[in-house]
Nanobody, 115 residues
Framework: VQLVESGGGLVQAGGSLRISCAAS????????LGWYRQAPGNQRELVAR???????NYADSVKGRFIVSGDIAKNTVYLQMNSLKPEDTAVYYC??????????WGQGTQVTVSS
């Protein structure tokens, strides 16, 4: 399975950015799609995700600013990021988990927020 992200880039603090991810290839029934991020020197952390059951999860640091959306049937997930802060700077990774709990990752897209 391949996950391909797009839409990262450089934005000023307070701005918005939307990143996208599409999954292709041999993939089982997807159970969850979401986004993680990793800043230099930090561990990879969950940003936001949604499940086939309709639930969504957000990191406390992005609640009220980021919106995760997509279509599990179409293997797509998006992350709308608003009111961006310099601390949001990181490589953002798309993640898919299938019903057998197999996890796949994208190659990552850089998001840089300047102050």
């Amino acid at each position: 399975v391949q996950l391909v992200e797009s839409g990262g880039g450089l934005v000023q603090a307070g701005g918005s950015l939307r990143i996208s991810c599409a999954a292709s290839g041999s993939i089982g029934s997807i159970k969850a799609l979401g986004w993680y991020r990793q800043a230099p020197g930090n561990q990879r952390e969950l940003v936001a995700r949604f499940t086939s059951g309709g639930s969504t999860n957000y990191a406390d640091s992005v609640k009220g600013r980021f919106i995760v959306s997509g279509d599990i049937a179409k293997n797509t997930v998006y992350l709308q990021m608003n009111s961006l802060k310099p601390e949001d700077t990181a490589v953002y990774y798309c993640n898919a988990v299938d019903i057998d709990m197999n996890s796949a990752w994208g190659q990552g897209t850089q998001v840089t927020v300047s102050s």
